[in-house]
């Protein structure tokens, strides 16, 4: 063994041992019972995120605490701090004149926020564009507007959301940053307080599993990088491999998916505009290329069109149902979707809500593909790896029968 492979083999048994050691701390202190993790609840932007933070935000919310959480988001997640005005109103899901609906508004004498909160669901086309128009229609009479962006890790909006706005008609604001310092701002407030203390720290944990923000263990892994020149150089070295080890198990994942539907006997077909294995490497590589695509396979007709089940990817997997003609083209047919829906449900996925998808939803242990934290365990361990590709397989199946 090498001096290198040897520094780096040194690096991953103190960092497994960190990990070991700060597990060890959560499971004794509780903090790996939380309860939107168990009740699957943890990445649901509506029904978790924005409903939660708009609570806390209300000042005739069920905390009964006024307005000491909403004046702690200003100052600390919208970094406003004078001349705010006073006679707050608050809204979750404020429709606009579009009749779309931006996740939260805070409106005073003086100014009107609109933030927009995004987890995993991909940007809409005009998005923040139609936000901040309709901000704007809304202030004409003196007041200043305001429109945030808030996500995981701070990432800035699509060219597609933004329309032609610059970085300086939005703020990019984050959960990994801003709203976890809110929450400790907030958790010190509520000291005696203890059911709504608890509560928040149940988010703040949820918080920092989502954007990985552990940071005792951070911490300790940053002294360890910082105070040790090899440890570091090896971790360097660790870091140059990653891209290679996510696209072998991605390639993994579709190989797998691939083979067990043609077992099974369906005429399955690669869709994009190269083979799998070369969109894979493309994916990690060349940062414009191109993001959808995956398997397909017929499973019904309907009408003189034909239905298909589609296993797709953009960051997250999904798969559903959709309509092709008979040159294979997609069918966006409103009254067919509604027609076929009938019997399937609603999907719980982002593009489920688009005519292309008949029906579509993500995978019960939700697979980002961009982070590789999110799937390794699962497609790294083949028993884990069959488990996922049973579940996809058979949940078609089932949708297959409702038709």
């Known amino acids: 063994m090498s001096e290198q492979e040897n520094n780096i083999s040194k690096l991953l048994d103190e960092v497994i041992t960190l990990q070991q050691h700060h597990e060890k701390i959560k499971n004794s202190n509780g903090e790996s019972f939380n309860i ?10 509506v029904k978790t995120h924005s409903i939660f933070i708009y609570e806390l935000l209300n000042p005739n919310g069920s905390h009964g ?8 988001f200003i100052e600390h997640v919208l970094n ?44 809409i086309y005009k998005q923040l564009f139609s936000y901040h128009e309709e901000l704007k229609n809304r202030t ?13 890790n701070g990432k800035e909006a699509s060219k597609d959301s933004l329309y032609g706005l ?15 310092t809110w929450l400790d701002f907030c958790i010190k407030e509520m000291a005696l307080k203890h059911v709504i203390r608890e509560a928040l720290l149940q988010y703040k944990i949820l918080i920092e599993l989502l954007t990985k923000k552990m940071r005792g263990i951070q911490m300790d892994i940053e002294n360890i990088l910082l105070n040790d020149i090899e440890k570091l150089k090896a971790a360097i070295q660790i ?6 080890v996510k696209i072998k198990l991605q390639t993994k994942f579709w190989e797998e998916l691939k083979n067990r539907l043609k077992k099974e006997g369906k ?29 397909k396979f017929h499973i019904h007709d309907f009408k003189g069109k034909k239905v298909y089940a589609y296993i797709n990817i953009y ?20 009254i067919i979707k509604n027609e076929l829906r009938e019997n399937l449900g609603i999907g719980n996925a982002m593009p489920d809500k688009y005519d292309s998808w008949i029906i579509c939803f993500y995978t019960q242990e939700k697979i980002n593909f961009y982070n590789l934290s999110s799937y390794a365990n699962l497609v790294a361990d083949d028993n884990e790896l069959n488990k996922l590709i049973t579940g996809i397989i058979s949940h078609i199946h089932e949708l297959e029968n409702k038709l």
Not at 36 to 45: A, D, N, P, T, Y
Not at 316 to 327: A, K, P, Q, T, V
């Open 80 to 123: 406003m701090k004078k001349n705010i005005g006073k006679n707050f109103i608050v809204k979750r899901e404020d429709a606009t004149a579009e009749n779309k609906r931006i996740d939260l508004t805070i409106e005073s004498d003086n100014y009107l926020f609109g933030i927009e909160i995004k987890i995993d669901a991909l940007d």
């Open 140 to 152: 004409k009479g003196g007041k200043r507007f305001l429109l945030f962006y808030l996500t995981l």
């Open 36 to 45: 939107f993790s168990i009740l699957k609840m943890q990445r649901k932007e």
């Open 315 to 334: 960051k997250s997997i999904h798969y559903g149902l959709r309509i092709e003609d008979n040159l294979g083209k997609l069918v966006k047919d409103t």
């Open 65 to 72: 605490q006024g307005d000491i959480f909403l004046k702690l």
């Open 239 to 244: 870091e140059s491999t990653l891209t290679p």
């Open 166 to 180: 610059s970085e300086n008609d939005y703020q990019c604001i984050s959960f990994q940053n801003e709203i976890i």
């Open 267 to 295: 005429g399955v077909k690669e869709y994009g505009i190269k083979p799998i294995n070369n969109l894979v490497k493309d994916y990690y590589e060349k940062s414009r290329s191109k993001k959808n695509f995956g398997l």
